[in-house]
């Protein structure tokens, strides 16, 4: 659980997280400019929800245990 984390175990799982958030995003803005695919409002939608809460838990990881 969160709670039952170490320093390093909460650094890195805030690392993936933000890895997450970065590569989710390029993968929302490329995507939607792919030949042949219409613009979606969904995808940018979902996929920025996406990226707000995965940012926050790794925020939240980082600031932990200081």
Not at 10 to 27: C, F, H, M, P, Q
Not at 37 to 63: N, R
């Amino acid at each position: 659980m969160w709670y039952n984390m170490n320093k390093r175990q909460r650094e890195n799982t805030s690392k993936l997280l933000y890895d997450i958030v970065r590569y989710s995003i390029a993968g929302i803005i490329f995507i939607n400019f792919a030949p042949g695919k219409g613009f979606s409002w969904i995808s940018i939608i979902a996929g920025g929800i996406i990226v707000i809460f995965a940012y926050l838990i790794a925020f939240w990881l980082d600031g932990k245990g200081e």
